[in-house]
C-alpha cells in the first residue's frame, strides 16, 4: 500500500489556475501509476488524468484535455496536476490514487485498478 496525501486546492475565480500535489509514502512510489479522480455533489467519481510509473506514459478525460496536465517527480514521491483555464464544472472533490499493480504497461482509467487513494482536496471554481 501506499499511503497518499493531497495538496493545493483552493478557491479559484473561471479562468484560473491551481496545481494539486499528491505526496506518497510506504511502498516505492515510482513503482506505480498514478492517477487523479474527482467527485463534484451528487455525481459519480470521475477520471481524471493518469501516468505511467516512469512519467512517459500519459491519459486524459476529454473535458480537461489541453487544459490540464498531469506530472511526476519521483525523486520526491510526487504526483502533480496543473490546471488551466478553469470552469466552473471543474468544481469537486479531487482525489489521487495508485494503482494496484506495479510497472504497468501504458496506463489504466479504471478506478477499479487503484488500490490507494487520498482523502482528497477541494476545489471550487467561481463563475
Known amino acids: 500500500q501506499v499511503q497518499l496525501v493531497e495538496s493545493g486546492g483552493g478557491l479559484v475565480q473561471a479562468g484560473g489556475s491551481l496545481r494539486l500535489s499528491c505526496t506518497g509514502s510506504?511502498?516505492?512510489?515510482?513503482?506505480?501509476?498514478m492517477a487523479w479522480f474527482r467527485q463534484a455533489p451528487g455525481k459519480e467519481r470521475e477520471f481524471v488524468a493518469a501516468?505511467?510509473?516512469?512519467?512517459?506514459?500519459?491519459d486524459y478525460e476529454d473535458s480537461v484535455k489541453g487544459r490540464f496536465t498531469i506530472s511526476r517527480d519521483n525523486g520526491k514521491n510526487t504526483v502533480y496536476l496543473q490546471m488551466n483555464s478553469l470552469l466552473p464544472e471543474d468544481t469537486a472533490v479531487y482525489y489521487c490514487?495508485?494503482?494496484?499493480?506495479?510497472?504497468?504497461?501504458?496506463?489504466?482509467?479504471?478506478?477499479?485498478?487503484?488500490?490507494?487513494w487520498g482523502q482528497g482536496t477541494q476545489v471550487t471554481v467561481s463563475s
Open positions: 501516468i505511467s510509473w516512469s512519467g512517459g506514459s500519459t
Open positions: 490514487a495508485a494503482d494496484r499493480a506495479t510497472w504497468r504497461v501504458g496506463v489504466t482509467t479504471r478506478a477499479a485498478d487503484f488500490g490507494s
Open positions: 510506504g511502498r516505492p512510489f515510482s513503482w506505480y501509476g
